[in-house]
């Protein structure tokens, strides 16, 4: 980030005006004509030139740790980096919230606890269900953080449509934080250390809820996963995939692509994919109140699911080879089962054995270990 272009530029034009100076003082307009004193001079003003050009240099560095980057194979965002672009400062004030208990009712909870960096920002095996304040249980299982800056919804039934509203969300949920967007920007502005924090970030004197969401905006825009072993075959980076992963690659275009398309692997639309008949959790239906949305939740992306088990909103499969044989052989009939699963002849997806294998090899090339040991993500408090 470039932020020294004025002060360098004013800076330039006072060395300039100098200059002109040191050239009057040679057509006689001022009294100091000695050669001592022109050399003198002339080495000065160089030297102060060359620091000039020095500090320019430096300070228009750009800094790529905390610049965002699309990669090449990916879209466009969608996050409104115009409002929040990102800095050093706001980066590592939301990295700091995202680990801080300090946003739970009883500080025992942060974000951290639901997703870790290891597991793809998932939760672990251990907790197919959010454990939030008081060892409240959640109803969903926690989704992987990754590519955020290219989504247009979030959650299971996309009941939030900007990122900027995420982590209100999960602050004021009675089963994660349980507590008020007031009651943390209060104990924010009393803190002994965030007051400064805001104000080395955003400027401000006084924390408000705006700034605070911008912040942890800021630190999960930047969580991009592009860098997995399938990422640098597509881009021509050296990277080759085995025979078994290539036939998966094509059987898994050919018989999960509709809705797992594109290089996020999610057309990110709501279906029911048939893993039970009734749902006590209607799903996309909670959002809309439309009966026919029952059932439904997002299709989640695929990338890093080689980390993210338990998998489907209610940790219903424990691994990858259960999930395949669901879609073979265990889709249930249900009113809003998605059509491309309730086939005239058959429901679910039809798949031998070997074939599931062999999407499961090329869906572990969607892993990137880069973004799981990323040195900026981890917690360092």
Known sequence: ??????????????????????????????????????????????????????????????????????????????????????????????????????????????????????????DGPQHPFSIGIDDR??????????????????????????????ASNAIANELEMDESLANVIDKLNQHAEYPALFKQAFGIDTITSPFMLHAFSQFMVMMVSANS?????????????????????????????????????????????????????????RITEHPDDVGKFRVPSLRNIGRTAPYMHNARFKTLEEVLAHYASGVQESPTLDPLLNGETQRGIPMTGAEQTQIIAFLETLTDYEFIADERFRNTQ
Not at 230 to 249: A, P, S
């Open 137 to 166: 249980l959640g109803i969903r299982n926690a989704p992987p953080l990754a590519n955020l800056a290219f989504k247009e919804g979030f959650f299971w039934d996309g009941g939030v449509t900007h990122l900027d509203f995420v």
């Open 229 to 285: 072993k399938y990422d640098k075959y597509v881009r021509n980076e050296g990277e080759t995939l085995t025979d078994t992963e290539l036939q998966g690659m094509r059987l898994f275009e050919e018989k999960c692509g509709a809705c797992h398309s594109g290089e996020l692997f999610s057309d990110f639309s709501f279906r029911n994919n048939g893993i039970s008949t009734t749902f006590s959790d209607e799903g996309r239906a």
């Open 1 to 122: 980030m470039c932020i020294s272009q004025p002060s360098a530029s004013s800076r330039t034009r006072r060395l300039l005006k100098w200059t002109s100076s040191f050239h009057d003082d040679r057509r006689g307009k001022r009294s100091h004509a000695s050669l001592d004193y022109v050399w003198s001079k002339f080495f000065l003003v160089a030297g102060l030139l060359l620091a000039a050009c020095q500090a320019e240099g430096e300070e228009g560095v750009i800094d790529a740790t905390y610049r965002f980057k699309k990669p090449a194979n990916f879209p466009e965002p969608t996050y409104t980096f115009k409002n929040n672009p990102v800095t050093p400062e706001g980066f590592q004030l939301g990295k700091r919230l995202f680990f801080d208990p300090i946003l739970s009712r009883d500080g025992s909870v942060s974000c951290n606890n639901c997703h870790q960096q290891g597991l793809a920002f998932a």
